[in-house]
């Protein structure tokens, strides 16, 4: 698989335990993606050490170095460029990217928020979904689009919102959930088998098909 792995960059602003959990899949070998670039708009972050410690190039673009948005996307895809990045999955970036950018690139874009998606988008979703006084939320990965949040669905996993939940506790079983469906959605990509019509995604081919009907597993 080697030779045919997708190179993939993630493009980061923190933590990155989403970060990770694509790191640790794509240890595998016939995993069909490869991270080939780490890049974050945030200088110092837990995510680039991550990145570092598995031998992974990494690349820091501050955004408040850049006059306007144009130019700091220029720098992100300038970066990509030498790695032949074929697939960009944002993992708690921070930062919305133009129209611009995604005509740039012509790859899929992936991003994960936590939330079910269409329901709380933007910043702060888990504390939106605790305001509301939602009984059920999740996580959502979809394909990256002009909008905010508004991409079509890849994949989604939903999760109880218990009375003694704060933001940090569902933050934490949210990100659990985030761990296992990131990597399963990027490989349903990267192997070519997310295939669109309109909004709507599902998995063609493959003995895996039945992988895109997520549910929470327990
Ligand atoms: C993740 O929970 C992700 O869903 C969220 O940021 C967190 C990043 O955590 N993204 C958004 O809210 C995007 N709107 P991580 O850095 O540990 O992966």
Not at 98 to 112: A, I
Request: with cysteine; aromatic share 6%; proline share 7%.
């Amino acid at each position: 698989m080697a030779g045919t792995r997708k190179p993939v960059a993630v493009l980061v602003s923190g933590n990155g335990t989403n970060l990770q959990a694509l790191i640790d899949a794509a240890k595998v070998d016939s995993y069909p993606a490869r991270i080939a670039v780490v890049i974050s708009n945030v200088a110092g972050v837990r995510a680039l050490q991550r990145a570092a410690d598995a031998g992974i190039p990494t690349v820091t673009i501050p955004h408040g170095d850049y006059p306007d948005r144009a130019l700091f996307e220029q720098a992100l895809l300038d970066a990509m460029a030498p790695h032949g990045v074929e697939i960009v999955c944002l993992a708690g970036f921070m930062r919305v990217l133009t129209r611009r950018f995604l005509r740039d690139f012509p790859g899929p874009v992936l991003n994960v928020h936590p939330a079910l998606l269409p329901a709380f988008p933007g910043l702060h979703a888990v504390r939106q979904a605790l305001d509301y006084g939602a009984k059920l939320t999740g996580c959502t990965v979809h394909f990256v689009d002009e909008g905010t949040d508004t991409g079509p669905v890849v994949a989604q996993v939903a999760v109880p919102v218990l009375d003694s939940d704060d933001e940090a506790a569902l933050s934490a079983r949210i990100q659990a959930q985030e761990h296992w469906v990131y990597p399963l959605a990027l490989r349903l990509v990267a192997e070519g088998r997310a295939m669109t019509n309109g909004r709507r995604v599902w998995s063609g081919g493959g003995p895996r098909t039945e992988g895109l009907s997520i549910r929470n597993p327990g």
